[in-house]
């Protein structure tokens, strides 16, 4: 066993010791009698009978000590401004909001929620709900009326705050209307509606129910909050899962479990200490953001970089330059954010100043090898691919070098993370697989510290959905389909729906993807498993070109499928070599980037795409279509 399994080991044997000791990184108002109780599996409750508070451990704890030290930096490219918050300055704002708040009625359990660009109000706004003992729901800002509309019927929240418009790469979005119209089709709509007005799109209030976020800011800008203490299970926040599969899925979160598994993870994951600089690309919609935007840097006191604006405006050096501005030590971002920075001149990785940096964290979607070792070569520091879920709010597997240093291979997000009983299990048998044997990802159940406690408002669900996929044993499904090798490095092939079976072989989407991304042109792809009369299923490729050009002579297209079908062949074997390869400039993702396979096999299949709300390009989809 290496160092950072042995920790794992003691984390999964010793399971009280262990987190008694890692309890210790947050300020608990009362302390808890029990570790965990696990005495109604699969639902476990961390820190039973212990009293602490989200935002008392991200602002407060720290306003003593470091009050004049950099919190909140909020770049904007979008609206080319700036503003720097400080621990104190924080504090200021977040007692402000709470008590806008609290002026509305919104006490303890009351949900609020969110629906807001990347802007530092939506911080202050996630961080008084979690001082009022309020749980927030944040949806991404610009999403449609209808999935707005739906969850604001599953939150129910007495108060919606919002702005009157975002902004992506030069565009405006107004999110008034959109709002206006998902309330109209809400049938639990809110008493009240804050908004934050930025000037970007002029809007008429509705009269009793819109209230001005700078009005109600001046009337309580020297108020005081004092937080509120939770029982370590109140749920602290909802939020629903990107819905690449179906149907989002309401992650409920617990208050105590999450800022312990947050604060560990500040040291054991990242390496990091109070006093530094933490720069993630994810937005507050997304679990990322709520990690690792919001709660893990400030409740590890560091200060936490929130950026409007894309990778690539004014340019491909954006991010690398707020690295050398703000000194950034830890970075966390997509793989789909470094394929779109694959197109851009590499000399953009040269210009700036990177030595604060330690090294880059990604995750999201499958990070495949080419891209790892581009980005890895162009910046010179370590990569580390991180795997997680919505519903298990922070990392299940990767490298952990605040544990210890131990080598990373490409294409392998490394080892289970402490607190994450992980298994590769046979979904026929439910027994456990062993090395390299592809299986089923799961996690043994207690979910550790910081996971979903349930789905908000059924149980039911939570349980049907994550423990009783798998015949013969109660054990979390990630739905995702991986092995481990001889040395215990997890790799993840794909989700389960996705895995291709072609004549009796089952092959997870990612390793097809993986080896097409080998060839020199190819910037991105993705690959779907097509029903076909003879072996069951085939592969289609869909690959998006580093530059398009190359496909302007004559035949190259042919040439180039010939070429990429004949590298899957060498790496994989004929068996997986897909049927077709089709050139598009974009393939249809979620707005949190991540490849929607299924509706590219509905498409190709003749059958109707299905839920699509949560797309983010639908003419993505139109193109696939056009292809084939
Ligand atoms: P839904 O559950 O609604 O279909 P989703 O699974 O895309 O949506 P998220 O919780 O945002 O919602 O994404 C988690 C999934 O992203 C994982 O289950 C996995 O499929 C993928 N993923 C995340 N990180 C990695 C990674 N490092 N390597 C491979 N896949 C990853
Ligand atoms: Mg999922």
């Given at each position: 066993?290496?160092?950072?399994?042995?920790?794992?080991?003691?984390?999964?044997?010793?399971?009280?010791?262990?987190?008694?000791?890692?309890?210790?990184?947050?300020?608990?108002?009362?302390?808890?009698?029990?570790?965990?109780?696990?005495?109604?599996?699969?639902?476990?409750?961390?820190?039973?009978?212990?009293?602490?508070?989200?935002?008392?451990?991200?602002?407060?704890?720290?306003?003593?000590?470091?009050?004049?030290?950099?919190?909140?930096?909020?770049?904007?490219?979008?609206?080319?401004?700036?503003?720097?918050?400080?621990?104190?300055?924080?504090?200021?704002?977040?007692?402000?909001?709470?008590?806008?708040?609290?002026?509305?009625?919104?006490?303890?359990?009351?949900?609020?929620?969110?629906?807001?660009?990347?802007?530092?109000?939506?911080?202050?706004?996630?961080?008084?709900?979690?001082?009022?003992?309020?749980?927030?729901?944040?949806?991404?800002?610009?999403?449609?009326?209808?999935?707005?509309?739906?969850?604001?019927?599953?939150?129910?929240?007495?108060?919606?705050?919002?702005?009157?418009?975002?902004?992506?790469?030069?565009?405006?979005?107004?999110?008034?209307?959109?709002?206006?119209?998902?309330?109209?089709?809400?049938?639990?709509?809110?008493?009240?509606?804050?908004?934050?007005?930025?000037?970007?799109?002029?809007?008429?209030?509705?009269?009793?129910?819109?209230?001005?976020?700078?009005?109600?800011?001046?009337?309580?800008?020297?108020?005081?909050?004092?937080?509120?203490?939770?029982?370590?299970?109140?749920?602290?926040?909802?939020?629903?899962?990107?819905?690449?599969?179906?149907?989002?899925?309401?992650?409920?979160?617990?208050?105590?479990?999450?800022?312990?598994?947050?604060?560990?993870?500040?040291?054991?994951?990242?390496?990091?200490?109070?006093?530094e600089t933490f720069l993630?690309?994810?937005?507050?919609?997304?679990?990322?953001?709520?990690?690792?935007?919001?709660?893990?840097?400030?409740?590890?006191?560091?200060?936490?970089i929130?950026?409007?604006?894309?990778?690539?405006?004014?340019?491909?050096?954006?991010?690398?330059?707020l690295v050398e501005r703000f000194s950034v030590n830890t970075m966390?971002?997509?793989?789909?954010?470094?394929?779109?920075?694959?197109?851009?001149?590499?000399?953009?990785?040269?210009?700036?100043?990177l030595?604060s940096l330690?090294?880059?964290?990604?995750?999201?979607?499958?990070?495949?090898?080419?891209?790892?070792?581009?980005?890895?070569?162009?910046?010179?520091?370590?990569?580390?691919?991180?795997?997680?879920?919505?519903?298990?709010?922070?990392?299940?597997?990767?490298?952990?070098?605040?544990?210890?240093?131990?080598?990373?291979?490409?294409?392998?997000?490394?080892?289970?993370?402490?607190?994450?009983?992980?298994?590769?299990?046979?979904?026929?048998?439910?027994?456990?697989?062993?090395?390299?044997?592809?299986?089923?990802?799961?996690?043994?159940?207690?979910?550790?510290?910081?996971?979903?406690?349930?789905?908000?408002?059924?149980?039911?669900?939570?349980?049907?959905?994550?423990?009783?996929?798998?015949?013969?044993?109660?054990?979390?499904?990630?739905?995702?389909?991986?092995?481990?090798?001889?040395?215990?490095?997890?790799?993840?092939?794909?989700?389960?729906?996705?895995?291709?079976?072609?004549?009796?072989?089952?092959?997870?989407?990612?390793?097809?993807?993986?080896?097409?991304?080998?060839?020199?042109?190819?910037?991105?792809?993705?690959?779907?498993?097509?029903?076909?009369?003879?072996?069951?299923?085939?592969?289609?490729?869909?690959?998006?070109?580093?530059?398009?050009?190359?496909?302007?002579?004559?035949?190259?297209?042919?040439?180039?499928?010939?070429?990429?079908?004949?590298?899957?062949?060498?790496?994989?074997?004929?068996?997986?070599?897909?049927?077709?390869?089709?050139?598009?400039?974009?393939?249809?993702?979620?707005?949190?980037?991540?490849?929607?396979?299924?509706?590219?096999?509905?498409?190709?299949?003749?059958?109707?795409?299905?839920?699509?709300?949560?797309?983010?390009?639908?003419?993505?989809?139109?193109?696939?279509?056009?292809?084939?």
């Amino acid at each position: 066993m290496n160092p950072i399994q042995h920790f794992h080991r003691r984390s999964i044997d010793d399971r009280d010791a262990f987190w008694t000791a890692e309890s210790a990184a947050i300020h608990w108002h009362k302390p808890f009698e029990q570790v965990l109780d696990f005495s109604k599996p699969p639902f476990a409750k961390w820190f039973v009978g212990g009293e602490t508070n989200l935002c008392f451990n991200a602002v407060d704890r720290w306003v003593d000590s470091r009050g004049g030290e950099r919190a909140l930096i909020w770049v904007s490219t979008e609206v080319d401004q700036e503003i720097i918050y400080t621990y104190r300055d924080l504090y200021r704002e977040v007692n402000t909001v709470a008590a806008m708040l609290a002026s509305q009625g919104v006490g303890r359990g009351d949900r609020v929620l969110i629906y807001m660009p990347m802007i530092p109000e939506a911080v202050f706004t996630m961080l008084a709900c979690a001082r009022l003992g309020a749980v927030h729901s944040v949806v991404f800002g610009g999403f449609a009326s209808v999935n707005l509309a739906q969850r604001i019927d599953d939150a129910q929240p007495k108060v919606i705050v919002t702005a009157d418009a975002g902004s992506r790469a030069g565009k405006v979005t107004p999110y008034k209307p959109l709002l206006d119209k998902a309330i109209a089709l809400s049938t639990q709509p809110p008493a009240q509606v804050i908004i934050v007005d930025r000037g970007l799109y002029a809007f008429e209030p509705v009269v009793g129910r819109d209230l001005d976020y700078r009005e109600l800011h001046h009337t309580h800008d020297k108020a005081e909050i004092a937080p509120v203490w939770l029982e370590s299970s109140a749920p602290s926040y909802i939020l629903y899962t990107s819905g690449t599969t179906g149907k989002p899925k309401g992650v409920q979160r617990d208050t105590g479990g999450y800022a312990v598994a947050l604060a560990s993870s500040m040291k054991g994951v990242f390496n990091g200490k109070a006093g530094e600089t933490f720069l993630c690309t994810s937005d507050i919609g997304w679990v990322v953001g709520h990690s690792y935007i919001v709660y893990g840097p400030l409740i590890g006191g560091q200060a936490t970089i929130l950026y409007e604006g894309t990778p690539i405006r004014p340019d491909g050096g954006i991010l690398w330059s707020l690295v050398e501005r703000f000194s950034v030590n830890t970075m966390f971002s997509a793989p789909t954010a470094i394929r779109v920075l694959k197109k851009q001149d590499p000399a953009l990785l040269k210009k700036y100043d990177l030595s604060s940096l330690r090294s880059l964290y990604l995750a999201g979607e499958p990070l495949d090898e080419p891209t790892a070792e581009w980005i890895a070569a162009g910046l010179g520091k370590p990569i580390i691919d991180n795997y997680w879920q919505t519903e298990t709010g922070w990392t299940i597997l990767a490298a952990q070098p605040g544990v210890a240093d131990v080598a990373t291979k490409f294409g392998s997000p490394s080892f289970p993370v402490y607190g994450f009983d992980v298994r590769v299990i046979d979904e026929q048998t439910g027994e456990d697989l062993g090395p390299n044997q592809k299986g089923v990802v799961a996690i043994a159940p207690p979910l550790p510290p910081g996971a979903m406690s349930t789905i908000w408002g059924d149980d039911e669900r939570f349980v049907e959905t994550y423990f009783n996929s798998i015949p013969n044993r109660q054990v979390y499904s990630t739905f995702d389909w991986g092995l481990f090798d001889e040395d215990g490095y997890f790799f993840i092939l794909g989700r389960t729906d996705d895995v291709i079976n072609v004549a009796g072989h089952r092959l997870g989407t990612r390793e097809i993807e993986e080896s097409i991304n080998n060839h020199p042109s190819v910037a991105e792809c993705a690959v779907v498993g097509i029903a076909d009369q003879l072996k069951g299923q085939v592969a289609v490729a869909f690959a998006v070109l580093k530059d398009p050009r190359v496909l302007d002579e004559p035949g190259a297209d042919l040439k180039l499928e010939g070429a990429i079908m004949k590298i899957v062949d060498e790496q994989l074997g004929a068996v997986a070599r897909p049927a077709r390869v089709r050139f598009v400039t974009t393939l249809p993702k979620t707005r949190s980037g991540k490849v929607l396979r299924r509706a590219i096999v509905a498409v190709c299949e003749g059958r109707d795409p299905g839920d699509l709300t949560t797309i983010e390009d639908p003419s993505a989809l139109e193109q696939i279509k056009d292809s084939l």
